[in-house]
């Protein structure tokens, strides 16, 4: 498991949201390509799978500061709803 440190306390996390160091610890980390922001051999968490009619599997992967962005926007959709939230859940539904 890489563990990222360098840079995270960069990330200012918005009022009332997590800290960006909780939201990166509750993920496993390895070298890929952001499918978000395009940043190639960072490290980066598994948010997701695409399988093609071919049969072959796509690994969907996220570097860190997109992943705190978008833990961000799933923190907001729970607190719209009136539901808890808990970061680490990305891709796992
Ligand atoms: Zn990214």
Redesign the pocket.
């Known amino acids: 498991m890489a563990v990222i440190n360098s840079g995270s306390n960069a990330l200012a996390a918005p009022e009332g949201a997590m800290h960006a160091d909780d939201v990166l610890a509750a993920y496993t980390w390895s070298a890929g390509d ?1 499918f ?4 190639p051999q ?1 490290p980066t968490v598994s948010v997701g799978e695409i399988d093609t009619p071919s049969g072959e599997r796509y690994d969907i992967r ?2 860190g ?2 992943v705190v962005a978008m833990e961000a926007e799933r923190q907001r959709w729970a607190r719209r709803h009136g539901l808890a939230y808990r970061p680490g859940e990305l891709g796992a539904s």
């Open positions: 952001c978000r922001c395009a940043t960072v996220a570097c500061r997109c």
